[in-house]
């Protein structure tokens, strides 16, 4: 971890840790295991974080929950509690809610300023097919469906990614997430296919009380212009975790200056 990304996180006065100093850090751990961790901080709180490098993932074996193989290059994960009233139904319609995502604002850390995190987002019918629907519904939500969406940023352009069900419950699901296209930035493609995947966990924790646990990971085709990016990845995981919570997203502080 460097000195600056250090810096910017503590300055923040968030719980963060960081498994590259402190080898007593747990691995990630999902909430279909048990306590997760990072572990849910209460509604109210700062969300819990938690970032890995390539050297702490080295001997990693994720679990099955995660559904993912391969070697792991580096991962970051928030996880906190939310109200939400309503079903699971209600909860994966707002997650899926596509047509939204132009609202939601993150952290820009390379540009100091808040920036939508898409521009347009839709489902569509595959890695080059058209859009079909503007969002997706919780019946879209099917264990070992694939649905298929695009998202277009101002920083990346039009990514298309393959949206999978891991399990669902009605009081636990897991949906995995991962680019089929190419990513790239400044003209250089610092992502192949499927080198950047995410799974997304909601615990029902109590009347009216959710659990959000979303974890982030690259791998096999990352590019090395892409490393050292985990303070961009939580600040993305914490734009989606307050607008699933009703929070408005370009609240500050940002997770990471």
């Known amino acids: 971890m460097t000195a600056f990304l250090r810096s910017i996180l503590v300055a923040a006065a968030l719980p963060v840790f960081f498994c590259s100093v402190a080898a007593q850090v747990p691995e990630p751990r999902p909430p279909c295991e048990g306590l997760p961790f990072p572990a849910y901080s209460p509604v109210g709180s700062l969300p819990s974080l938690a970032v890995w490098k390539s050297n702490d993932l080295k001997n990693w074996r994720p679990s099955s929950c995660f559904g993912w193989s391969g070697a792991s290059f580096s991962a970051a994960a928030l996880a906190a509690e939310f109200r939400f009233s309503g079903p699971m139904d209600a909860v994966l319609a707002r997650f899926g809610a596509l047509a939204s995502y132009p609202t939601i604002k993150y952290w820009s850390t390379s540009r100091k300023q808040w920036r939508a995190l898409v521009t347009s987002a839709a489902v569509v019918a595959g890695a080059g097919g058209p859009d079909i629907k503007a969002s997706l519904d919780a019946s879209d939500f099917v264990v070992g469906k694939d649905n298929f969406y695009a ?3 101002q920083e990346r352009g039009r990514t298309v990614y393959r949206l999978h069900v891991l399990s669902r419950t009605p009081d636990q699901v897991a949906v995995a997430s991962e680019n089929v296209t190419p990513i790239a930035a400044f003209g250089l493609t ?10 997304t966990f909601f615990d029902k924790r109590g009347p009216d009380l959710w659990g959000f646990y979303s974890i982030v990971r690259t791998s096999a085709g990352t590019s090395r212009f892409a490393s050292g990016n985990e303070a961009s990845y939580l600040n993305r995981l914490a734009a989606l975790f307050r607008y699933m919570a009703g929070i408005p997203t370009d609240t500050e502080p940002p997770i990471a200056r």
């Open 151 to 153: 998202e277009t940023s």
């Open 190 to 199: 610092i992502f192949d296919p499927s080198a950047l995947q995410s799974v």
